[in-house]
Structure formats: structure tokens, C-alpha cells
């Protein structure tokens, strides 16, 4: 500690560069296990900074002090050109001192410069600090945080404690039209199809918006992702899983029904579906994790948490907050 005091006084501003690979091992203490990937985006070329991979789009800095790191922010790339604010963390010793606003105002001018238009956060109602992250982004002149969704996740043989009849409420539900196919069971010709069914019903407003499937359908587990339709095979609602294979985890970043199908059990059976096909997969102990929109009347997080709340391995509310980058505001 004496050590450590003597050089923050020595050296009050550190620098801040771009990660490399090399620096992985240095710096895996400044973020979160579930993140240590970003640090090391490219093993083939260890002298490359994370930038060398386009693709992801990633954004990550460090401030050091001489050759002690003392700081670390990370970013990937979001949709329609936005950037998401990860991970920031600054060492115990050197807080309180702006090294977090520095590593912020270093990372909103890079993406500025690059074409950025915006930053985005989201975080948990239960991250360590979290009341010191939102100010840290308030003084920033981030938009105020809003809860927009409840996180849940289950160990995926634990539906059954909340769902013990499956096989009787399906075929109940299947008896008032359901039907329920992954991509593979579709094939080529069936997902074309689908596509173009989801579209029209997003273009007349059947659909939300975010429903779309476009980017989600390429990195979607055909075995596992859904599509629900009624007996003439017109498209009713689809439920998409990814395999996040950095965090250990599998992940519904969609599940919608038409409003009209919701009351028949159309939600539920699709989720359901889909959980008997992940657990033959993927075996009981696989983590399912998802995180609906919140307070949306008949959507999913009310079912899911009425549902199978009382099983879940953990459940938070997420908060989001948002910059925009060509803004005429102040950058600090």
C-alpha cells in the first residue's frame, strides 16, 4: 500500500492506451470473469490491439501508472452504429481520483472520431457500486437510467419444478392449433418462409419492431430457436435461443406471440418448446438466461416470472442509460 501511495503521488495522471492481448493476464483483475474474452479477442496475433477484430467491434482501454495498470473500460459494438459501455473498473487504490471519467471521456472521443452514433449501459440492480456507475454516467451527461427489463435465469432442468404437467398443457394447447418447429425441423425452403412471414407481420404492425430477426437468425441455434404457427402455417410468434459460448450460457434475446394467441397459451408453449428441445441438447444443467422487456400487458416477462420465477438461479432488474455522441453537449 505504501508503495502504491508513494507513486499515485509521483504520478497523479496516468496514461491511457488501447488493450492488447499481452496486457490479458495484467488487467483480468479490472473486470468481470464473464468478460475476460475482451481482452484477449485475437490469440493469433498477441501484439495486435483488440480493435484488429472488426467484427466484433470492440473498444478497450486501460489507464496505467508507469506499468501498473490502474484502470479499464470496455465496449463492443451494438446495433444501428450504437457502441455498449461493458465494463469500467478502476483499482481499489486509485479511486476517487477521475480515473473513471478519463477512461470515459478517452473512450467517447475514439468512438466519436470512428462514427459512432451513440453509447448505451446496461447493468444490474445488483452490480457492486452501482449507485457510483450511474453518477459516474449522470456527470457524463448520460440520459437518466430507466429499468427496462427483469433478468432471470434458470439451471434449464428446473422448469420442470414449475412446469410438472408439460406433456398434458402442450397438447392442450396444441389441441387449440399450436404448432411449434426449430429451424433444422423447417429446413431452408421453411426459414425462407418464415422471414417473409415476420416481415409482413412487423411492416403492418402485428409485430413490434424489435421482434425483427435480422442479425439474431444467423447466430441462433437452429436445434433450439422456435417458430410457433397455427395449422395452415401461418407464422404466429418465434422465440429465438444463442449459445453465448464466452459466458457459459445459453440466451432468449426474443420471444413474441400475436396478441391474439397469448390468452390460448401460445407463450407458454412456446417457451416450453423450446426448453424441452435445449435440455435434450444441451443437458439439465444448462443456464438459460433471459431478459424480457418489463411491464409490457401479456408479454413474456409477466409469464415467465409468474411462471417459473420461484425457480430461477437469479433475478434482477436491469437498468439502461444512453449517450448521444453527436450531441452538443459536454463530453465530461
Not at 90 to 109: D, F, H, K
Not at 228 to 242: E, H, N, S, Y
Request: aromatic share 6%.
Amino acid at each position: 500500500m505504501n508503495d502504491m501511495t508513494s507513486r499515485t503521488e509521483c504520478n497523479p495522471l496516468p496514461h491511457i492506451r488501447e488493450v492488447r492481448n499481452t496486457d490479458a493476464a495484467a488487467l483480468a483483475s479490472l473486470t468481470a470473469a464473464s468478460l475476460r474474452w475482451m481482452l484477449a479477442s485475437d490469440p493469433t496475433n498477441p501484439d495486435l490491439a483488440n480493435q484488429s477484430r472488426p467484427d466484433l467491434g470492440l473498444c478497450c482501454l486501460a489507464a496505467f501508472v508507469e506499468t501498473t495498470p490502474v484502470g479499464l473500460i470496455l465496449s463492443c459494438k451494438g446495433p444501428d452504429e450504437q457502441q455498449e459501455l461493458t465494463s469500467v473498473m478502476v483499482a481499489q487504490p486509485w479511486r476517487g481520483r477521475g480515473i473513471a471519467t478519463m477512461l470515459l471521456v478517452e473512450l467517447t472521443a475514439r468512438l466519436r472520431k470512428a462514427g459512432r452514433r451513440g453509447l448505451f449501459a446496461r447493468w444490474s440492480s445488483q452490480l457492486p457500486r452501482a449507485t457510483e456507475f450511474a453518477r459516474l454516467l449522470a456527470v457524463a451527461g448520460w440520459n437518466q437510467p430507466e429499468v427496462t427489463r427483469r433478468r432471470m435465469t434458470w439451471r434449464i432442468g428446473d422448469w420442470r419444478l414449475g412446469f410438472p404437467d408439460r406433456d398434458r398443457i402442450l397438447a392442450r394447447i396444441a389441441a387449440r392449433g399450436l404448432q411449434v418447429r426449430s429451424l433444422t425441423e423447417l429446413g431452408p425452403d421453411g426459414v425462407a418462409d418464415f422471414q417473409a412471414q415476420s416481415s409482413v407481420l412487423i411492416a403492418n404492425g402485428r409485430a413490434p419492431e424489435w421482434s425483427s430477426t435480422e442479425g439474431w437468425l444467423q447466430a441462433a441455434d437452429p436445434d433450439v430457436t422456435v417458430v410457433l404457427t397455427d395449422q395452415a402455417g401461418a407464422v404466429a410468434g418465434w422465440m429465438i435461443c444463442v449459445l453465448q459460448q464466452p459466458l457459459g450460457r445459453w440466451y432468449i434475446p426474443q420471444g413474441w406471440v400475436v396478441a391474439e394467441k397469448v390468452p390460448l397459451g401460445w407463450l407458454v408453449g412456446g417457451i416450453a418448446s423450446l426448453c424441452q428441445r435445449l435440455e435434450a441438447k444441451a443437458g439439465p444443467d444448462a443456464i438459460l438466461i433471459a431478459q424480457p422487456p418489463a411491464g409490457i400487458p401479456g408479454g413474456m416477462e409477466r409469464m415467465l416470472y409468474k411462471q417459473f420465477g420461484s425457480h430461477t438461479v437469479a433475478t434482477d432488474f436491469l437498468f439502461e442509460s444512453q449517450f448521444n455522441l453527436h450531441s452538443d453537449g459536454s463530453e465530461t
